[in-house]
């Protein structure tokens, strides 16, 4: 679990890189906001597309193998991507670094495997917390940048911006020798006798597909905004990168770090009433930070105009409640993978595989809409309205199933309700 955490941190750390090389490269490039969300956009796509295969492939021989395979694959693109000089080269490496995305999955499989069913709401939550990858370019990015701008080093590398993809290219090389050397090499691979079309079964349960868009809120939204955040505080906030920075990491920093501590609640609690109190949270602080910064103007029948219920977001407020909104997704996340080795224990691959890929497309949709719905709205809290409509079909949709679920194992409490029968007269 340790190493498998540790390998997940570093892969999610490249994986979500252009939330703060985006705004440098953007600079450099010229390029627009719309072209700039979509470099995220398409790691995040790659980062998604092969969960499914990749949770199978760990459960069938092992996730060692999987997990040295893409270590090593994904350092390739994440070094080449401090030669590039257009656009287009940029967006075609974004999405080759995007693969490691997929480790999330893998590592799912590979950790229940190893834990029964009393601390896998635990196991899996210490080793979602890698999620707090996502700060760490939030954290070097930088200073780095700022200390090497100009610079070339060995090898034609250049400094600035250029200079921290090869250091994550490196940190994963390494990361994949400490794995070889560590880790036992036997492993265990509970779907390797299992014929894919049995692995496959559960992905025809609606079950499977409403904790997917479950995971589209907690996940995906999460993934959008660790991107989206930098340039949200630098263009609304005037604050500097460093400074954004580090204002994204207090939104990153509990969406991962309680992951562990939703997993917990989850295992003692249940999984159904962490997910009640995540989505609450989410409605409250999305709710509040989609309203727009303005006034209304009432004209009067003399020409004469006054203002009333000015409102404007401050700083302080808004990471406070960015904050709580990461929280409530540390929770969440944990809540939704707590429910899939206890209703699909022996296909925890495939249904998490799937649950992952579409909650990471989420975090591919949902930049490029941020971006589009500020550009026709004109209000960049329009982020936060798609936040809050996602969360809150998600909410609508388990609840509706929870009381379908009550009513049909007790219809006699049912019909009471309705109709109160004689001895609730009384």
């Given amino acids: 679990m340790a190493m498998s955490t540790v390998s997940f941190t570093l892969m999610f750390a490249v994986w979500m890189m252009f939330g703060i090389l985006g705004i440098p490269i953007q600079k450099e490039l010229g390029i627009s906001d719309q072209q700039l969300s979509w470099i995220s956009a398409v790691a995040v796509l790659n980062g998604s597309m092969w969960r499914l295969p990749a949770g199978i492939l760990a459960d069938r021989i092992g996730g ?3 997990t040295l395979f893409m270590l090593f694959v994904t350092a390739i693109p994440a070094y080449l991507v401090s030669f590039t000089h257009s656009y287009h080269w940029l967006l075609l490496l974004a999405f080759l670094v995007g693969f490691a995305g997929n480790l999330f999955s893998v590592g799912t499989a590979w950790n229940s495997s190893w834990f029964g069913q009393d601390r896998q709401g635990l ?20 200073p780095l940048i700022a200390a090497t701008a100009g ?40 779907g390797a006798s299992r014929p894919i079309s049995e692995m496959l079964a559960p992905l025809r349960n609606v079950r499977v597909w409403r904790f997917s868009l479950y995971y589209v809120a907690v996940f995906g939204a999460y993934v959008a905004l660790s991107s989206w955040l930098p340039k949200y505080y630098v263009d609304n906030f005037a604050v500097s990168l460093t400074a954004a920075g580090l204002l994204t990491a207090t939104f990153i920093f509990p969406a991962s770090l309680l992951r562990p501590v939703g ?27 989609m309203m727009p910064n303005g006034f209304i103007t009432i004209v009067h029948p003399d020409g004469s105009q006054t203002t009333h219920l000015y409102y404007q977001m401050h700083l302080v407020w808004f990471v406070i409640l960015v904050f709580l909104l990461g929280c409530s997704m540390g929770f969440g996340k944990a809540a939704v993978f707590k429910h899939i080795p206890e ?8 249904v998490g595989g799937l649950v992952g890929m ?13 971006a589009y719905t500020k550009a026709w709205s004109g209000f960049p809290s329009s982020t936060f309205f798609c936040i809050f409509i996602l969360v809150a079909i998600c909410a609508i949709w388990m609840h509706v199933t929870i009381v379908r679920m009550l009513d049909e194992k007790s219809p006699e409490l049912a019909g009471s309700i309705e109709r109160p029968l004689e001895e609730n007269k009384r």
Avoid at 154 to 163: D, E, P
Avoid at 358 to 370: A, T
């Fill in 123 to 142: 196991a899996l939550g210490v080793f979602g917390a890698g999620n707090v990858g996502a700060s760490v370019t939030k954290f070097i990015g930088p």
């Fill in 343 to 350: 209703y699909f224990p022996d296909n925890v691959g495939s």
């Fill in 358 to 370: 579409l909650g990471g497309l989420g975090g591919f949709i949902l930049p490029p809409l941020f």
């Fill in 263 to 289: 997993g917990w609640l989850s295992d003692r609690f249940g999984a159904r009433r962490v997910m009640y109190l995540s989505f609450g949270m989410m409605l409250l602080t999305s709710g509040i930070l």
């Fill in 151 to 190: 610079s070339t080093y060995f090898l034609g590398i250049h400094g600035g911006w250029r200079l921290i993809p090869v250091i994550y290219a490196f940190l994963l090389i390494l990361a994949g020798i400490a794995t070889w050397l560590i880790v036992p090499r036997v492993d265990r691979a509970p």
């Fill in 64 to 66: 060692r193998k999987v």
